[in-house]
C-alpha cells in the first residue's frame, strides 16, 4: 500500500528563519512520482515540484529547495528565510502506476510570524 | 495555458437537499480529471476520477456520484446530501502544462459546501 506521513502537523517560525518541511513516503513501485503543494488561506492548491523517483538530484527554486533520498524515502522541502507570504499548508503526495491516483499526506501547517 | 474553473464557490444546503457541483477546463483536450474532497483540518481524498467523456472510476463508496458530460466538464452530484458531505471539493485536471515538469495535477479554486 501507498503512503505519505508528514509527521509535523503544525510549525511556527518567525520570519527570516530557515524552515524545513518532513515528508516520508512509502511505495512498493520502482517508477513512481512525489509532488509538493501549497495551500494558503485561500483554499486552492498550488504546485510546487515533481520529482520521478530515478532523479534525485536535489532542486532549488529561489528560497524553495528539496531534498530527494531513496535511501530514507524522503522528500523534504526546506524554505530558507521565510517570509509572511510563506504561511500556508503544504502538502506532499506521491503518485504511481496508472498515475490518476494522488496520495497526500495529511499536511503540514507553516506559521510565519513577523 | 490551460485554466480550470468551479462553481459555486461556496454553498449552503440543508441536509437532504440535491447537490451539483461544476467544474470546466480550457485550454487542453481530453484532460483527466478528478475530485477530492478535503475535510476541514484534513488530508485529500481522492473521490472521482475521469478519462474521458462518460468515463467514471469511483475511489470510495459515498453519497456522491460523478458524470462527465463533455469533455472539459466534470460534475459531482448527489440526490440528498448528508452532514458528513460538509468539506472543500477540489476538481483537478491532469495534463502537461507546457513548463517541462512532466504529467502533473493542477487544482481548481475549489468549492466550500456546508451541509446544515
Known amino acids: 500500500a501507498q503512503k505519505v506521513t508528514q509527521a509535523q502537523t503544525e510549525i511556527s517560525v518567525v520570519e527570516k528563519e530557515d524552515v524545513t518541511l518532513d515528508c516520508v513516503y512509502e511505495?512498493?513501485?520502482?517508477?513512481?512520482?512525489l509532488f509538493w503543494y501549497k495551500q494558503p488561506p485561500s483554499g486552492e492548491l498550488v504546485f510546487l515540484i515533481r520529482?520521478?523517483?530515478?532523479?534525485?538530484q536535489n532542486e532549488i527554486s529561489g528560497r524553495y529547495s528539496w531534498n530527494f533520498q531513496k535511501s530514507t524515502s524522503s522528500f523534504n522541502f526546506t524554505i530558507t528565510a521565510s517570509q509572511v507570504v510563506d504561511s500556508a499548508v503544504y502538502f506532499c503526495?506521491?503518485?504511481?502506476?496508472?498515475?490518476?491516483?494522488?496520495?497526500f499526506g495529511a499536511g503540514t501547517r507553516l506559521a510565519v510570524h513577523p | 495555458s490551460q485554466t480550470i474553473h468551479q462553481w459555486p464557490a461556496t454553498l449552503v444546503q440543508p441536509v437532504g437537499s440535491p447537490l451539483s457541483l461544476e467544474c470546466t477546463v480550457e485550454?487542453?483536450?481530453?484532460?483527466?480529471l478528478y475530485w477530492y474532497r478535503q475535510a476541514a483540518g484534513r488530508g485529500l481524498q481522492l473521490l472521482f476520477y475521469?478519462?474521458?467523456?462518460?468515463?467514471i472510476s469511483s475511489e470510495v463508496p459515498q453519497n456522491l456520484s460523478a458524470s462527465r458530460p463533455q469533455d472539459r466538464q466534470f460534475i459531482l452530484s448527489s440526490k440528498k446530501l448528508l452532514l458528513s458531505d460538509s468539506g472543500f471539493y477540489l476538481c483537478?485536471?491532469?495534463?502537461?502544462?507546457?513548463?517541462?515538469?512532466?504529467?502533473?495535477?493542477?487544482f481548481g479554486p475549489g468549492t466550500r459546501l456546508l451541509v446544515l
Open positions: 483537478a485536471w491532469r495534463g502537461l502544462a507546457g513548463n517541462g515538469v512532466g504529467e502533473t495535477q493542477y
Open positions: 511505495t512498493r513501485d520502482t517508477t513512481y512520482y
Open positions: 520529482r520521478n523517483s530515478f532523479d534525485e
Open positions: 503526495a506521491l503518485t504511481s502506476g496508472g498515475y490518476n491516483k494522488l496520495i
Open positions: 485550454g487542453t483536450s481530453n484532460p483527466n
Open positions: 475521469s478519462v474521458g467523456i462518460g468515463q
